[in-house]
């Protein structure tokens, strides 16, 4: 078999499905040098929208990868998010600041899923250590005592073909082969919706429609409204117990949903389809070699826009410690932090959805007195589950800010795709060279700014230094050099936390 592989034949990673998640995860192997084959049944990307939404932490991850140049053109910066009450009134606001946040990016981005899609497979291509291999229809994988054999169909001329991997990922969406593979069980969270999602493109400017997503909370027809790139608006619109299923597509029933906003003189219909939204979680998300990530180990409701952003977190977590044990860095244990990590951080979200969604579908705003100003909602920032990094320490498990430095650089370019420990100037001049040398064995890159935005952020922590893990977020805290060495030497012990 043809491709970047080890002496003995294996490949590190098999990735099965190559979606944005996948596509993700193989520019974060192929970063570290890992070799990957990717795996995914179609030629090309879906053509049509899907999701529409990415958050500034996973903007950072694009950043991480060196795409989010390439990325930036194909999206627009939201405002945020309206709720609108049955009466047609304003009752809960979720405005996005539009400035540059924490993260070094905006909070939130509208998108085009093809042409993310388009970045990602390029970026992947480029590395040398990744093997794409599309029209592959997965159909077995068996598990061996040191790696994992997947079996596919090449689509192209019906001939079956295998490879073998230390480690095979599951980004096969929601009805993942590797998740049955696993055993796993899927918990019910609640929210089982059947909803019309409708893609247009205008004909014409219509700045009516608005910029903010809109919420319209009203039980007689939930929907709602997204701004998308350029001329593309979406609607998403339930659908009611006596609607006729079979003809909801129709573009002369999509036209009647839709009057309230547009007719077919200002757009025309891209899309129309119905979709099944559920909030479900994954028991198990690894067992041995096999693992899973995104709609594979979890689904929610759209009503967050975390539908993808989950899955990118989920394999920003994941990569680098795949990385660490592939490399002999660290023990396969440290692979179970993965879902004690995620799972945690990802339910809050589906909970948050399962509730905006109940809200959707309230006749009036609930609790709302009349005259009463909007309420106000907050952008929420879950802290990780039990996993690498030090408990009792409030900012460790988050994501650590990414300052402008005083050199012109963003931290995560200065830092790079490793450990990192931020610290304030001189803090680490006491330090002998066998701790030095330990830790440059270990990856860790210092970075140490006088003046500015990190020497700001360490003030407001009351901490001289921070350990910085390889996905951005913060493992301790110290306030002398040996609570940081400590810190360092605690990554390699599997049970950490």
Known sequence: MDGPQRANGLYDVAIVGFGPVGATLANLLGLQGLSVIALDREAAPYALPRAVHFDDEVM?????????????????????????????????????????????????????????????????????SVDLRLRADVFAVDEHGDHVAVRFENLTNGKLDEARARYVVGCDGARSLVRRLIGSGMEDLGFHEHWLVVDAILKRPMPELGDYSVQFCDARRPATYVRSIGDRRRWEIAIMPDDDARRITDPETVWKLLARWITPDDAELERAASYSFHSVIASTWRRQRLLIAGDAAHQTPPFLGQGMCAGIRDVANLAWKLGRVTRGEAGDGLLNSYQTERHPHVRQYIELAVRLGSLINATRSEGREAGAEPRRMATIKPRLGPGLFRHGCAVAGTPVPQPMLSNGRRLDDQVGYRFAALARPGFLDGLDGATHERWRQYGIVLVSDGQGPLKDWLDSVDAHAALVRPDRYIVGLARTPQELSALVDSMNQEDFG
Request: charged fraction near 20%; avoid cysteine.
């Open 60 to 128: 950072r991850v694009f950043q991480t990868i060196g795409l989010a140049d390439e990325i930036l053109p194909f999206t627009h910066v939201s405002p945020g998010m309206h709720f609108i009450d049955g009466d047609g009134k304003l009752f809960l606001d979720w405005s996005r600041p539009l400035q540059i946040g924490q993260n070094g990016w905006n909070t939130s981005y509208r998108f085009h899923q093809p042409d993310l899609e388009r970045v990602l497979r390029a970026g992947a291509r480029a590395h040398a």
